[in-house]
C-alpha cells in the first residue's frame, strides 16, 4: 500500500425510515450525519458514545452492512460503497469485526477449530492440511492451547474464552484493520483486562489497525492513539486522546470525562460536574449543535448553527461554537 | 473444605440504627445434577443511613447472598446462618410472613429493568399495585403517591409518564421507574443489584447521584452490588469483596482504598483501565478465570491465580479476621504496602 490513510470515511450518513401504523412513514431516524475520520496504517482510533450515539450503525456502515446512505468509505485505495458482489467480499478481507456477545457472534453447534477456519473456507485459502496448521497459529495468537480448546464446543468456553475464539476468527484472513465493537464491554474488569491486553500484544506483534468502538471512555483511552466523540449521530470531537483527557475542548468530552466513577474516594465525587437528562431523540434532533438541548454553554448560535468539526491546534478538531478551551483554537 | 466458624462472626461494634445482621450465610444451589457452593460463610451488619457496596466478580456469591436474605431464591436452595432485620430472623419465615416484609421493610432494584417490569402495565398501574401491596390508600391517594414518586426520581412529565408504557421509555428512565416502585412504601433497606451496569456512564452517575439523595432523605440503609470498585469508591462508606462465595476483604472505604491487603482487591483495583494511564500499556491483571464453584478445592480460593501464593495457600483456607481496627481480610500473604502483590 502505498502511503496514506488505510481508512478514510467522508461524509457518511445512515438513515432508517420507521414506520406507524398501516407503513405509513413516521420519522426518520437520522443515525449518523455526515461523519468524516481517517486511521493511518498501524493506528488505533477509538469511537467512545452513549447508547444512540450511532457508533455501532456507523460500524456497520463502514462494513457496507448495510449500505451507508451516503458518503465514502475508503480502505486501502478503494471505495467500499461504489464496490459489488466479488470485488467487496475481496476488499473487506482485510476488514473484519469483533462484537460484544462472543456467545451470540459463534455458532454453537460448532468446534473451535470449525469456527477459525470458516473464513478460510469461504474465501478459499489453503488446502485441509494448511488450514489446520493456520488454526493452530491462530489459537496461539489469542492464547488458546490448541491441543486443549479445537475440539471445543463455545458453550463449553467462558466469556472470555468465546472472545478469543472471535478473534482467532477475525484474524484469520490476516486482516490490517479489525472494528471491535463494544468488544471487552460484558466482561467482567480481570477478564476485561485480559482481553484488552491481548488486543495490544496483537497490534504490536501484527501490526494491526483498530477501530475501537465502545461507550466507556478510560477503556477506549486505554487502547487509542486518536479519540473520536460522538453524540447523537455526529463528531464532537476528535484527537490525541492523552490531549483530550487532560484538556477536553468540547462540554460533551467534559461531562464523560466526569461521570467516570474514579477508583479513588480521594477524588471521586468531582461527579456532579456531570449533565442531566438524557440524549433527544435521533428521530428528531435538536437544530444547530445536537448536544445543546444538555449543554451549559448554549447559547442562541448553537441552535441557529450547525457547528463544523473545524480543526484546531495539536491535531485536534471541535465541532463547537464555544469550546472550553478557546485559546487553544485557530 | 467444611464451613467453618469465621472470626467476624463474632458481633463487632453495633451502631445505633443496626438494620440488617447477616451471620454465617451459605447458600448451596443445584444446578442440574451438580451442588454449588454458591455463598460459604458471609456476614456483615448495615445500619441505616448507612451504604454497603459488595463487589466481586460473576458468581463471587454477590447476587445469590443478597436474594438468599430476601427469600427470592428457588426452593431448592439450601439456605443456612442468620439474617435478621431490627432482630428478626428472616431466613425461613413461610412466603407469606416473607412477602410483607418485602417491599415494605426491604426492597430491590435489579440490573434488567425490561425484564423486570410489565411490558402490558402502564407505568402508573405499576406503581400504585406495589402501593396497594402494603398501604392501606384509596386509589386517588395512591395514583397521586405514584406521580409524586415519579417526580421524586426525577422523572420529567410525572404525571404523563404514569399513562405510558415501559417501551415508551428510555433505559434510564425504566431504572427510575424501577427504584420509584421500590421506594413504594418507604423501605428502610435498599439493595441495588448491578441496578447501573446496563447503563450508559452519564446514566449511571445520576442513578448513583439519585439512591444516594434518597438514601439520605429517607433515611435508609443501601446494599449496592456491583462488579466495579470505582463505584464503590465513589458511592460507598464500607466496601466488602467476595470471591468464589467467601467475603475476602471488608473495610470503610477509606481505608480498604487506602490499604489494600488482599491481593484479589487488588488485582481488581489494578485491572481497572484509568483515564491517567499512558494508552497502549499492559494492565496489570491476574490471569485465569474464578474456580468452578461446584468443584471447590481445599486452601484459598483465590491461590490459583495469586501472585503472592505460597504452599500453605493452597492447604489451608485463610479466615477473615479483623486485622486492623475494622479492616478484615481473609489472606495468609497480604499485600504489604500499597502497590505491592
Known amino acids: 500500500m502505498s502511503a496514506g490513510p488505510l481508512l478514510a470515511v467522508r461524509d457518511l450518513v445512515q438513515e432508517f425510515e420507521v414506520r406507524g401504523r398501516g407503513g405509513v412513514k ?12 481517517e486511521v493511518q496504517p498501524g493506528e488505533v482510533l477509538g469511537i467512545v458514545g452513549e447508547t444512540g450515539s450511532g457508533k455501532s450503525t456507523l460500524a456497520r456502515a463502514v ?50 477449530d470449525e469456527i477459525v477456519s470458516e473464513p478460510l473456507v469461504a474465501h478459499g485459502v489453503g488446502d485441509g492440511t494448511s488450514r489446520r496448521s493456520r488454526v493452530a497459529e491462530l489459537l496461539d495468537l489469542v492464547r488458546l492451547d490448541p491441543g486443549r480448546y479445537a475440539g471445543r464446543r463455545p458453550r463449553e468456553l467462558s466469556g472470555g474464552e468465546c472472545q478469543r475464539v472471535a478473534i482467532a476468527r477475525a484474524l484469520a484472513l490476516s486482516p490490517a484493520l479489525i472494528i471491535c465493537d463494544e468488544a471487552v464491554s460484558s466482561f467482567d474488569v480481570l477478564i476485561q483486562a485480559q482481553v484488552l491486553n491481548l488486543f495490544e500484544r496483537l497490534r504490536v506483534e501484527l501490526g494491526l489497525s483498530y477501530l475501537f468502538i465502545a461507550h466507556d471512555l478510560a477503556i477506549v483511552k486505554q487502547v487509542s492513539d486518536r479519540v473520536a466523540v460522538m453524540y447523537l449521530g455526529r463528531l464532537c470531537e476528535v484527537g490525541p486522546a492523552d490531549a483530550m483527557y487532560r484538556r477536553p475542548l468540547h462540554p460533551y468530552t467534559l461531562a464523560l470525562l466526569a461521570s467516570i466513577p474514579e477508583p479513588d474516594p480521594h477524588r471521586a465525587r468531582r461527579l456532579h460536574r456531570t449533565i442531566t437528562g438524557e440524549p433527544p431523540s435521533p428521530i428528531d434532533p435538536p437544530s444547530g449543535c445536537r448536544f445543546r438541548t444538555r449543554c451549559p454553554r448554549a447559547e442562541r448560535r448553537c441552535a441557529d448553527e450547525v457547528p463544523p468539526l473545524r480543526v484546531v491546534a495539536g491535531g485536534r478538531q471541535v465541532a463547537c461554537h464555544f469550546p472550553l478551551e478557546e485559546g487553544m483554537s485557530s | 473444605m467444611e464451613p467453618q ?35 460459604r460463610g458471609v456476614s456483615y451488619r448495615v445500619s441505616a443511613g448507612r451504604t454497603l457496596a459488595i463487589i466481586g466478580e460473576s458468581g463471587s456469591g454477590k447476587t445469590v447472598s443478597c436474594r438468599a436474605v430476601m427469600g427470592l431464591l428457588p426452593p431448592t436452595a439450601v439456605v443456612t446462618g442468620s439474617a435478621r432485620l431490627e432482630g428478626k430472623e428472616l431466613l425461613g419465615l413461610p412466603p407469606a410472613e416473607m412477602r410483607e416484609h418485602l417491599g415494605a421493610d426491604v426492597a430491590m432494584v435489579f440490573q434488567d429493568p425490561v425484564r423486570s417490569l410489565n411490558p402490558t402495565m402502564r407505568i402508573g398501574a405499576q406503581i400504585t399495585e406495589a402501593i396497594h401491596e402494603h398501604l392501606p390508600l384509596s386509589r386517588g391517594e395512591a395514583d397521586q403517591r405514584a406521580v409524586e414518586l415519579l417526580e421524586r426520581v426525577r422523572i420529567p412529565l410525572a404525571r404523563r409518564r404514569f399513562h405510558e408504557y415501559p417501551h415508551q421509555l428510555s433505559g434510564g428512565m425504566r431504572q427510575r421507574v424501577m427504584i420509584a416502585i421500590a421506594l413504594a412504601c418507604r423501605p428502610r433497606l435498599l439493595i441495588a443489584d448491578e441496578a447501573t451496569t446496563a447503563l450508559d456512564v452519564t446514566t449511571q452517575a ?68 484509568r483515564l491517567d494511564r499512558p494508552a497502549h500499556s499492559l494492565l496489570p491483571t491476574v490471569p485465569g478465570q474464578p474456580p468452578d464453584p461446584s468443584a471447590l478445592h481445599a486452601g484459598c480460593s483465590f491461590a490459583e491465580r495469586c501472585p503472592n501464593v505460597r504452599p500453605t495457600c493452597r492447604e489451608n483456607s485463610p479466615p477473615l479476621a479483623e486485622h486492623e481496627p475494622d479492616h478484615f481480610w481473609a489472606c495468609w500473604h497480604p499485600c504489604q504496602e500499597d502497590g505491592a502483590g
Open chain 1, 26 to 37: 413516521a420519522g426518520v431516524v437520522q443515525a449518523v450525519s455526515g461523519v468524516s475520520f
Open chain 2, 206 to 273: 445520576q442513578i448513583m447521584e439519585l439512591l444516594l439523595e434518597l438514601q439520605r432523605e429517607l433515611g435508609m440503609a443501601l446494599v449496592f452490588i456491583s462488579h466495579d470498585l470505582s463505584l464503590a469508591a465513589s458511592y460507598a462508606d464500607e466496601v466488602m469483596v467476595m470471591y468464589a462465595g467467601r467475603v475476602v476483604e471488608r473495610a470503610p472505604t477509606g481505608t480498604l482504598f487506602a490499604h489494600v491487603r488482599m491481593p484479589y482487591t487488588r488485582a481488581l483495583l489494578d485491572a481497572i483501565p
Open chain 2, 5 to 39: 466458624v469465621i472470626a467476624s462472626s463474632t458481633p463487632w461494634r453495633a451502631p445505633a440504627g443496626l438494620l440488617l445482621e447477616v451471620d454465617d450465610l451459605h447458600v448451596r444451589l443445584r444446578r442440574g445434577d451438580r451442588e454449588v457452593r454458591a455463598v
Open chain 1, 63 to 112: 462494513l457496507q452492512a448495510p449500505r451507508p446512505r451516503s458518503g465514502s468509505v475508503v480502505f486501502r485505495g478503494a471505495d467500499l460503497v461504489t464496490l459489488r458482489g466479488r470485488r467487496l467480499l475481496d476488499a473487506r478481507r482485510q476488514l473484519q469485526m469483533v462484537f460484544q456477545d462472543p456467545y451470540a457472534s459463534l455458532d454453537p453447534r460448532w468446534r473451535v
